[in-house]
Every structure is written in structure tokens, then in C-alpha cells.
């Protein structure tokens, strides 16, 4: 039987956005606090490399995806021996993702992902959406998939994973204020009508004309919240336990009692 998986969310920061080199430097010493704890991944929200309300610094902050930032990230990865996913500007070419990256405790890189659905103006003007919608990745015995904050609010993209087999959905997050019923309602919702564990880490306090609401969390398959952050900078610790999954999926068959040939017309 494949035991839990204990993972860290490392929500923030707030206020003005770091440089890529602060951030890197704030993510080694939360690694180091969350592998001290047993996590075997650590979570940081969408855009943690250079925050998320840089305007238009977006397109010159981003990197490659194998970029300098990405090699110091793997280098933490592998003397923490805990696996990481980080979100940040992604450049391929003239076009920039809102992307995250999955390394593993080795340091070597095991997904990355494209946000699929951007929100408001700003996004749109920022980015390229991403055209993959299930990436996923194994990390000891658990398959792990990832998303980007708003895509969780698509109930199509979490299903699209359940399917797959995803049994942790990780979600770097930058959600604003009003919008607290998305970590305090639709998280825990998707989790439970999944039936998988979901992880989402955002960020917190005033940054440049956003709110970010914190309250990040770790839903279970049954929709018991495990782990649940406030208003201010915090490394949560939980476990997401794969023998959950099973026992929530056999309580509330959704999966199983799906009709797939009467929703063809929804398109």
C-alpha cells in the first residue's frame, strides 16, 4: 500500500514583488523548514519567482523553463531531498506562460505545466494560454497532477484529471479578494466530487492594485479540509493519503455512476 505523501504549502509573500533572486533564496529556507517536517514536496503559489503584479515586467522577468532560476531551484530540491513546485513567467520564444514546474527530490525535472485558463485583462495581455490541459507526474507512488489557480474553477479541467488517475491535484494560486469562497467552497467541492486530495497555495496581502486572499489548503477526496492557512505568511504541513481516494470514490460513486453519452451535447 503506497503511504501518504506529507506536503508543505508555502503561502506568500505579500507586498512588493521579489526578484527572482529573493524568491530563490526564501524558497531554500522554506524547503528547508518543510523537509525538517517530513514533507516530501513543497507547494509555493502562482508567479512566486517574481510575484505577480509586475505590470508590464512580465515578458523581461520571465525565463526558460531550464533557466538560471529553474537550476537553482533543482539545486535546493536535491540537498533538501524534498520535491518542489514553483509558478513563474515561462518564455518559449516571443511568446510567455504562466507556468509551474515540478521537480522531484533529485533535483531532475518531473512535469511542467501551462496555465490553460487565464483570468481578466491583465493575464490575457501578460501571457499565451497553454494548450495541454492534463500534465501529470509520479512522485513516491502517488500521480500527481498540477493546474494554475483559475483553472480549478473549471470544473471540466478537475474531472479531466480524475480520469486520468491524478490522486493530488497541486495548484499554485494568486487569488484575489473578494473571491474567498473559491479555497473556502469550490476547493474543497472539486476535491470531494473527484474524489482526489487538492492542494492550492496562494498568496497573501496587498500587492500593487490586488488583494491575495491566502487560505491556502489541502481538500481530501472526502471534502475535509486538512489544513487550512489565514490571512498572513504560512507553511502548512499535511498528509494526503492515497487510501482516501478509494474509500471516498467507493462512499460517493460520482465517478463510476458517470453518463458520459448524455453529456455529449455540452461541447
Do not use: W
Not at 520571465?62 to 513567467?89: D, T
Not at 455512476?257 to 455529449?264: C, N, T, V
Request: aromatic residues 8%; charged residues 20%; negative net charge.
Amino acid at each position: 500500500m503506497t503511504p501518504p505523501l506529507r506536503i508543505a504549502l508555502l503561502q506568500g509573500p505579500g507586498g512588493v514583488p521579489a526578484d527572482a533572486g529573493e524568491s530563490v533564496a526564501a524558497l531554500e529556507a522554506a524547503a528547508g523548514r518543510a523537509a525538517a517536517a517530513g514533507a516530501r514536496l513543497l507547494v509555493t503559489a502562482e508567479l512566486f519567482l517574481t510575484g505577480y503584479a509586475v505590470g508590464d515586467r512580465m515578458s523581461a522577468l520571465a525565463e526558460a523553463a531550464g533557466g538560471p532560476s529553474a537550476r537553482r531551484i533543482a539545486g535546493i530540491a536535491a540537498r533538501h531531498r524534498i520535491g518542489i513546485a514553483y509558478g513563474y513567467p515561462e518564455r518559449d520564444g516571443e511568446a510567455v506562460f504562466n507556468a509551474v514546474r515540478l521537480v522531484g527530490p533529485d533535483g531532475g525535472v518531473l512535469a511542467d505545466y501551462r496555465k490553460t485558463h487565464l483570468f481578466g485583462d491583465f493575464e490575457k495581455a501578460a501571457f499565451t494560454a497553454g494548450a495541454e490541459p492534463v500534465v501529470q507526474a509520479d512522485l513516491d507512488g502517488i500521480r500527481i497532477g498540477l493546474l494554475v489557480c483559475y483553472d480549478i474553477e473549471f470544473p471540466e479541467t478537475v474531472r479531466a484529471h480524475a480520469l486520468a488517475g491524478t490522486q493530488l491535484l497541486v495548484v499554485p494560486t494568486a487569488l484575489m479578494r473578494p473571491y474567498e469562497f473559491v479555497p473556502q467552497v469550490l476547493v474543497p467541492a472539486r476535491a470531494y466530487e473527484n474524489g482526489l486530495h487538492l492542494a492550492y497555495a496562494n498568496r497573501r496581502g496587498p500587492e500593487g492594485e490586488f488583494d491575495f486572499a491566502g487560505l491556502s489548503c489541502l481538500a481530501g477526496p472526502d471534502g475535509v479540509v486538512r489544513a487550512r492557512a489565514g490571512a498572513g505568511d504560512e507553511l502548512l504541513v499535511a498528509d494526503a493519503d492515497p487510501a482516501l481516494i478509494d474509500a471516498a470514490r467507493a462512499e460517493t460513486p460520482y465517478l463510476a455512476d458517470r453518463r458520459p453519452e448524455l453529456y455529449r451535447s455540452l461541447g
